[in-house]
């Protein structure tokens, strides 16, 4: 079956690094999204991954490595307005998104 | 957990004709559902607000005489394609707010991806 595994929440200090991990199980691949969602709102669009290894877009930065079924978004400098949730959703072979409950990040002052 | 179903998931269609695409949430009423556009490799592109019992909300540039919106129900919001054309073919996403709790947490369906010969 197809599967996402990603933490439930976590929380980090405003200023520090913080790496959401995100392991997935599909039928075939054609990359991996991340998404932020703040509550209430629309998914915004963050990364795309395709072939292996960093992505690097300003504070954010997203890393795959597809032999593993692994990515992780790594947040830098956070800020208070980085808390929300982080959505990993992989593409199957049938381009179909699969989506994670997402993780519920809590940053503190 | 809540689950949003969104059907059917891949259709083709020839050129001039109209698409239905459904999405239902099957454990919770959503006064509100979203939808999507997504070309390959690019994001999620917000295409409209679906409101119960009111006309969707678009967002600029999307035409509502193409991409019709109905949530005639607290579980069931469709998009039909009218007239389409293979510029229309894309991965057409659902989403919905399962407006029980406070969080306002958004629910995904898996998709619908439509290709117009």
């Known amino acids: 079956g197809q599967n996402i595994d990603q933490p439930t929440e976590m929380t980090a200090t405003e200023g520090a690094i913080v790496q959401i991990n995100c392991t997935y199980q599909?039928?075939?691949?054609?990359?991996l999204f991340w998404y932020q969602q703040h509550a209430g709102e629309a998914p915004t669009f963050l990364s795309y991954?395709?072939l292996d290894g960093l992505e690097e877009k300003g504070r954010f930065s997203s890393f795959l490595s597809r032999s593993k079924g692994y990515s992780y978004l790594l947040l830098k400098e956070l800020q208070m307005k980085d808390s929300a949730s982080y959505l990993c959703?992989?593409?199957?072979?049938?381009?179909?998104?699969?989506w994670g409950a997402g993780t519920k990040l809590i940053i503190k002052p | 957990g809540a689950v949003v179903s969104q059907h059917p998931s891949r259709v083709i269609c020839k050129s001039g004709t109209s698409v239905k695409i459904e999405c239902r949430s099957l454990?919770?009423?959503?006064?509100?559902m979203f939808w999507y556009r997504q070309f390959p490799k690019k994001s999620l592109m917000l295409m409209a607000t679906?409101?119960?019992?009111?006309?969707?909300?678009?967002e600029q540039g999307v035409e509502k005489d193409k991409f019709l919106i109905n949530h005639a129900s607290l579980t069931l919001s469709t998009l039909t394609v009218t007239s389409a054309h293979p510029e229309d073919s894309s991965f057409y996403i659902c989403?919905?707010?399962?407006?029980?709790?406070?969080?306002?947490?958004?629910?995904f369906g898996e998709g619908s991806r439509l290709t117009v010969l």
């Open positions: 989403s919905a707010r399962d407006t029980s709790g406070d969080t306002g947490e958004l629910f």
């Open positions: 454990d919770f009423q959503a006064t509100t």
């Open positions: 679906s409101n119960e019992g009111s006309k969707a909300t678009y």
């Open positions: 599909t039928s075939g691949f054609n990359g």
């Open positions: 991954n395709v």
């Open positions: 959703a992989p593409w199957d072979s049938n381009y179909q998104l699969i």
